[in-house]
């Protein structure tokens, strides 16, 4: 059942509304602004018809209220009076769904409460999907990359502290938080071309010949080719094409340089270099995470974007590097 808001500080006028709604609804009263705000912070409620002309807190402020503590929420201004410069306000701050001159037709009323509460039911019927298949691709990308690198769990953490990685030195760099974390998930992805690369050398202990080099070197854009051209997967396939270019041009599979490689290819390349350097596997030890910075620091404008390795070490100055290798 919906929960209704119903603010004004006409106690008949109140009564009437409560009357009018209460038979299909949960419903919530208050007799002015301040006893409407006071419920806004304590319940959550789907739908606030609120009067506008009150003492001490008008409606429109009440509302505009309503809107930063219960955003989802539906709001709706009763009005007596012809008011251009209120209704104006309302709009533009309160993003009110509707305004109701007083007195009102009943039905109209109720048949607007029940078209609006419609559309926030659409809405969060399509935000559950939404959210859905947000989930179904992320766990494809896990599957997908685990099967590109491995199923052990050393793999498994080195993917997961890469995506943090990735994600705090997107911010750092000033990519919005949501696009950070996407960017995140999506640097998991970054070796799936390696599923097309044969296991004889993937696996192989020894030196690669030159002509396996040359095979290895394939899988950024067998990897762009795995992830097809779904929009979703945009990032990831810049990634995979430029997580092997260097700053200085030196990289394959194309050569670029500079801002020529994709900001998240050049982000991924040193989270996960500074996750290969700083974690220990059969064949060698872990460093120091002040010698791997060192190390890093003496390849800036080389291998590096030299910005991202200031923002590297900053991030080892303020914790976060420890704190995301500690979590995996």
Avoid at 96 to 110: G, H, Q
Avoid at 173 to 190: E, F, I, P, Y
Wanted: aromatic fraction near 6%.
């Amino acid at each position: 059942m919906h929960t209704l808001l119903l603010i004004d500080d006409d106690p008949d006028v109140l009564a009437t509304l409560t009357r009018s709604f209460r038979k299909g609804y949960k419903t919530l009263s208050a007799g002015g602004g301040e006893a409407g705000i006071a419920l806004l912070n304590e319940h959550p409620v789907d739908l606030v018809i609120c009067d506008q002309r009150m003492p001490n807190i008008t409606g429109d402020r009440v509302l505009s209220h309503a809107l930063q503590v219960q955003p989802e929420a539906i709001r709706i201004l009763l009005t007596g009076y012809s008011d251009v410069e209120s209704l104006m306000t309302c709009v533009n701050e309160a993003h009110i769904y509707k305004y109701v001159t007083k007195p009102w037709d009943p039905s109209e009323l109720n048949l607007t409460v029940v078209r609006a509460l419609e559309s926030l039911d659409l809405k969060r019927a399509l935000d559950t999907t939404s959210s859905q298949l947000e989930t179904a691709y992320q766990d494809a990308v896990v599957m997908l990359c685990l099967a590109a690198e491995g199923k052990d769990q050393d793999t498994s953490s080195h993917l997961y502290r890469v995506q943090h990685y990735t994600e705090a030195l997107a911010i750092a760099m000033g990519v919005d938080n949501k696009a950070a974390a996407h960017m995140g998930l999506m640097s998991m992805l970054h070796d799936i071309g390696k599923l097309a690369t044969p296991d004889a050398i993937l696996k192989k202990p020894d030196k690669l010949t030159a002509e396996e080099w040359e095979i290895m070197r394939e899988h950024p854009l067998n990897g762009v080719r795995i992830l097809g051209n779904n929009p979703f997967y945009e990032t990831a396939r810049e990634i995979s094409a430029g997580h092997h270019e260097n700053y200085d041009g030196s990289g394959y599979p194309h050569g670029l340089s500079g801002d020529d490689i994709p900001l998240s290819a050049r982000i991924v390349k040193l989270a996960d270099v500074f996750d290969a350097l700083t974690t220990q596997r059969p064949y060698k030890k872990s460093w120091p995470v002040e010698t791997a910075l060192t190390h890093i620091e003496s390849h800036a404008g080389i291998m590096f974007d030299p910005a991202m390795v200031i923002a590297l070490r900053n991030l080892f100055i303020d914790g976060t590097l420890t704190r995301i290798k500690s979590a995996f």
